[in-house]
């Protein structure tokens, strides 16, 4: 059985393709899927505007059809979700969005979730969508560390704004769980979690694990 | 590490379990998880009312209690969820209900979803469950088909109405995928989607793909 | 005609009771029904989780069953409404629950209501209530105290926190009502109203006032 | 103590504050409040419209003012619930309207409620209501008999009407429970549950109950 | 072809009347409609209470009625929207209330918008328009600056104040854009956006916006 | 001042665009501000599925761009808003989207508002975009007549199904005005009207009327 789970990162920074790769070890296990993960390199160094989300989308579109062929499932690994609905369109195979399935995994975790953003300017796309997939009652807040993707690579001033950001989320906003709203945050994961001390959701952990679960399932997506 | 993923049918009908391990089989692989399902004894023939779904809370717990030393993960597998809340606090293992877990990953198979339950019942029960989770806005509708539990063995009566509500659903509701409201229903699942021409989730199936994915990553519940 | 109102606190602190039955003082008159309160021996101290709310329900209903006959209303005293449906399915006379009423009744004091909990571990299973009734756009918040129901006939240290949590439910959270949320609260409501300045829902009034009303107009329950 | 509750038919058809007047009856026992019905002249003789609506305010809180040193609480018994807010601002008694009580009533009978309306204008003044209300979520639907209120009169004509119209929101829209969306249908309610077999919420009986609680409690209006 | 607008400004002060009209004057142009605002002698100082703003709508409806035969649209200027839905029945020229319009403009400008009140008072009366609207869940909170109508033309102690609450609107309760809540704040639009850097609509022009593109394209209101 | 406003199609059929430009007639007028339409050469004949919809944001964004020095306002000319958020990055001036409009101004013509779609494909991806407005409750019903926007010219076909569906949505689904869901139904808006005798809302004009409001008024964008 085909069994390849593609995770396309749609910027262009290594570094974040890279902290995702890593992500993935708890899933590579002999007997399980292979896990690939590579980088858009049509994208942009980090996906931070309406106008990067839908830049990227034909690329995206066109990686996932090149690659349909030899892939079981799709995880688009921006927490945009971009192109997640014209790509399900260019394939009959899963593709999965971690923005999705972060927040979906996140209700099952905790009542009110609380989103972990880069920028101020990403959080009005955020509620678009949070109100798009119909979840809105859970949300309990949405909030910038106020850095942009490509410097989350550097822990010394990224960890200490999540921590805050997530304390402040789940303390003044009512969050019992919180979602990290860029794949690029991944490495965080678990020092977060063990500063705010409710449980944190990695998107495209939470996404590839419910990639896998299909590719098992041979459930298809949406065609009608 | 330990991978193993019990599912608990809170019912006492023994073709239930059998019809929900025979839907087991894509998990199971070299290398994956042990997948293993049990009766409730203590349940009774079928949860289908209120009084059924509180009534077993109690035995379901202490299962679970008794089993978590050698489980990484549970399943409570009756589209009521009974229990679930309790069983988190009964054990630090992650436990996921298929209601919860059906409808969430519908979520990513189609816009609105419809139910298909046993019987009449069973709706207020849902929609009161539906409610909480806070995803009303994409519920279609939720529709019996007037068979109780015992009774959906019986592939003659079953299947056809099982199409009719599911074309139901999809005609006169507006639904673009359909969850199966019971577990005692998990064989159905390909001949209805057939039927149907639209996504059909089996919810036992949804539940135990994002436990597999629960215990690879590792997190825990909400303990807060 | 039949018109006795039984008031059971689920939980076997009889302190509890005791203030509830104090409570009821303003509905006993010469005409009016016979209220009994009585305290579920077979209950934990205190329903302060969800394994505690669930727990009771087996006894609870026991009680009702056996009730019903010189009963003509019940209501569930305690603020998780804890088998308020199976109650509904264990007697055609009419249940009410204390978290349903008085929030209803909060609705007609003011527009957005404030509730106010016990424990912080509280806040999640009300929210998850009172989205599946449907109410949840009329709340402003729900916070803790953070004392449990044993705790509460301390006067010295409950009152202060009920009129600072009020008042913050008031001021930052836009609450025009306040419910208390637990019966164990009953005997603060006129010092916590002339503190915080705006209406206080004591919940097992808000119930008992209603059982009367559908005892008088012999409305049974919903029973399809 | 001050008991009398007060309800005002804010139409001037005396024969629709009769059928109130009758419908008061389980209310009225030794010991228990007394109940006055009285029509407002200056009103419309039916409320059928928002013009209607809007133009019984200022007389109907003209009635309140006066009536306030001797009347303990008020009913507005108009499913428009013209003027409740006004009123509440008019006097420091309780003011309930018999569209918010019944609704609310309505939501402890059953899961989904549906409305009969009078006419077709009046649906959507029901819909921003109860959206205003908060309580959308609840609704099944709102459905009119296409009969003005001096033509409810006629049990010829009307029983059958409501009948189909009550069956219509069970059978199509999902009701559990019905509200009779106009005073005037009062007489009509124990025929209309026998034949619908769901519960039937006569909103005029609902507010009453409700305002006699209130009485009890003492508790006023929000004030601030 | 008829094209005059006439706002009406509902409360008797001729200072919110001249504000009003002179934000008027972008719409004035060659060729462009004529817009001609008036005062209803018959209106209380400042519409501050649900009573102010019910006890317009009488005059308010013959004002309208009286002017019918020579006005296009009529623009109701206050942001209580009294006798909107009035209005619209006593005639059928289009009738658009600045709340409505001002609220809907917003929505086109940032994702949660804020509302600017005068008194603490007003609050809930516009929830529950908000509420009726269905437009909710964009909003992210509703202020008071704790100044009467009358008060608002003292622009040394007005403006401060909206740029606080707006800012305060803006960096707690995340709203994206501005909306002054009351007529009478007309003059302080630029100021106030300059101040808060999100954009911040002006009611009735807003409204006169919309107003007079239903003149050009002559389309009526619901009359069914 | 600047006050042209550009219309663009971003379909290529010519046609689509003749009739939307005829649907300017009642802007143009002396005085009054320019309307040019323009046919976006890049866009597919048309717009119908996610893919054809995120396809024309590159193209349509830097038309934009190419058009903004000589440009007061644009409005996106087709009912899936594509690209409109990236747009308002891509200029500061404003941009409108004919869904949003469309939908907008139809919340001031009637409660419950439904949507004549072009082909069943569209209706998840209006119902994505209608939750994400946060306007959801007011939806009636979304509805396709089954025919492509290039065969829509043909009145033969096109009209008779608009009826039906018109009808449809304002019998069984409770609508009370009418949205044309595609730009290329514009000359179908008075039939349609007398036809369904409910207000009926073509969402160009709708747009540019919102449009020319914020050229007068000098409102920019949210650019925070």
Known sequence: MLDRVLVINPNSTDGVT???DDAMTPFRIPGGPRIDCMTL?????GVESQSDADAVIAPLCRAIRDAAPETAAFVIACFSDPGLFSAREATARPVLGIAECGILTALTLGHRFGVISILAGSVPRHLRYIAAMGVGQRLAG???????????GDASSTLGRMIDVGCRLRDQHGAHVLVMGCAGMARYRAELEDAAQIPVVEPTQAAVAMAIGRIRLGW????R
């Open 18 to 20: 890279q902290a995702i």
């Open 41 to 45: 390199r049509e994208g942009p160094p």
């Open 142 to 152: 949405d909030l910038p560390i106020g850095l942009g993707v490509t410097e989350l």
């Open 220 to 223: 298809g997506q949406c065609l």
